[in-house]
């Protein structure tokens, strides 16, 4: 039953993203000012979505872990898992991001990279969570979750800074396009494609980070076993 | 202050004043990164003056790692470091030390550095130079209490040495852009670092409490 749920939900989810490519590629019309480019909004902005999503499930993961650790150890085991996954599936999210920005950029503003609030927000966040991953590849026992859910806790604390430093300092990228000024929002020929992407691509990565999940409480599952064998052997 | 503080401080204080160990290590480094960076760059006039303020905050930068590492590694030594663990006072206090000693280390790099920097970079300071005293200071204590708080988590694992600038440097990434946007701009007096300030003081509010408050959680993690 779980696993026809699972292969189900795989096949929406690809369908889905068939789907959204066919409306984001022949459906919605060329984009008035930017022309074809602008067709990479239908993959960079849903990943940037998710993306932050996900590193926001990695700090309530954290923050779980950290509250529960004492109390409900089984409960913090869960929190582990989420935190971990969330940030790991958010940096490879993270990356598509930085992939399709630079490009789009290329052709928008005529330059790669420029060190604008968001830009640079972004990076450095794919940066604190690229170092929380290899902070729980380094460290080794049972503290690592401690430590990998303070820094996290961290990382987080530093993203509000690092936007309001880089907006003080210099700024490129568009106001927002949704619920931003008057003037913004798509053109409804553009939104419905739009939508189609966001939700393919928003399944898709729920699917990841559950997969991603289960293999780490497999994994947390498998190490207690060591653990008490380990124990058992030695009476 | 209480007395776990002072006698941490003091300790530190004297290990330091007997071996001037993390003290030379860093002037040195700090003298090297500055040499490496003039012959890359050759400064001249005003590119000098742009890039001095930047040169100088990721000079103190790397040299304060390989001595924050330090600052942790020597209580591994004997089990002190278990020792203090068990002792029945707030890690706090012990964190709070740490950084004041390793924030006076930094400072008086800083302060013997200065000379030299000034003749290396032919600089004239254009803006208020007292406002310097404002912005090194505050730069410095964000690098050196997030430093000694992630050196303390670092010492928890496999390779140490290595991981402590990997964390530290993202986290401090903001702080180190606020003080070298200010340094230049009092250097080259074109603009109000105010609000610059302004940002390193709030983040350095921010992170010494959260840094005071979760200390004990990586201190004692098991």
Same mark, same amino acid.
């Given at each position: 039953m779980k696993k026809l749920a699972i292969g189900l939900y795989a096949a929406i989810t690809v369908a889905l993203m068939i789907w959204g490519f066919y409306q984001a590629i022949y459906v919605a019309p060329t984009d008035a000012m930017q022309g074809e480019i602008f067709r990479i909004i239908f993959y960079h902005v849903p990943s940037a979505s998710v993306a932050f999503l996900f590193f926001a499930i990695s700090l309530l993961g954290s923050i779980g872990y950290l509250a529960y650790r004492h109390s409900h150890p089984e409960w913090a085991q869960v929190a582990d898992a989420w935190a971990l996954a969330g940030a790991e599936v958010g940096v490879v999210f993270c990356t598509v991001v930085l992939t399709t920005g630079p490009l789009w950029g290329r052709r928008a503003w005529g330059i790669w990279w420029t060190w604008d609030a968001r830009l640079t927000t972004t990076l450095v966040l794919w940066l604190i969570y690229v170092s929380y991953l290899l902070l729980r590849r380094f460290a080794a026992g049972p503290q690592v979750q401690t430590l990998a859910a303070v820094l996290g806790i961290f990382g987080a604390l530093d993203v509000p800074i690092v936007y309001m430093s880089n907006r003080w300092w210099r700024t490129q990228h568009p106001a927002p396009v949704f619920g931003g000024a008057e003037g913004s929002g798509m053109d409804k020929s553009m939104l419905g494609p739009f939508m189609w992407n966001m939700l393919a691509w928003m399944m898709w990565g729920v699917f990841i980070l559950i997969l991603r999940y289960n293999v780490e409480r497999k994994h947390q599952q498998y190490a207690t076993e060591e653990a008490e064998e380990a124990l058992a052997a030695n009476f | 202050m209480t007395s776990a503080l002072w006698t941490h401080l003091v300790k530190d204080l004297r290990i330091e004043w007997r071996s001037k160990d993390a003290i030379n290590s860093m002037l040195f480094f700090a003298l090297l990164v500055v040499v490496l960076f003039s012959i890359s760059f050759d400064p001249r006039g005003d590119f000098a003056r742009d890039i001095a303020g930047g040169v100088l905050c990721v000079a103190t930068m790397f040299a304060s790692v390989s001595a924050l590492n330090q600052a942790w590694a020597r209580e591994i030594r004997h089990q002190v470091l278990d020792a203090q663990r068990m002792a *029945?006072? *707030?890690g706090a206090e012990l964190f709070l030390a740490k950084v004041l000693a390793n924030f006076l280390f930094v400072t008086i790099v800083q302060i013997a550095l200065a000379p030299v920097f000034l003749v290396i970079y032919n600089l004239r300071i254009q803006g208020n130079p007292w406002q310097l005293a404002l912005v090194l200071p505050l730069g410095t204590w964000a690098l050196v209490a997030n430093g000694t708080f992630f050196a303390a988590l670092a010492i928890r694992s496999r390779n140490r040495e290595l991981l402590l600038p990997l964390i530290l440097f993202p986290i401090f990434l903001p702080a180190l852009l606020a003080m070298v946007v200010a340094t230049k701009s009092i250097l080259t007096?074109?603009?109000?670092p105010s609000l610059w300030i302004k940002l390193l003081v709030g983040y350095d509010i921010i992170f010494t409490t959260v840094s005071l408050l979760l200390f004990d959680v990586i201190f004692h993690a098991e």
């Open positions: - | *029945p006072t *707030p007096g074109e603009s109000d």
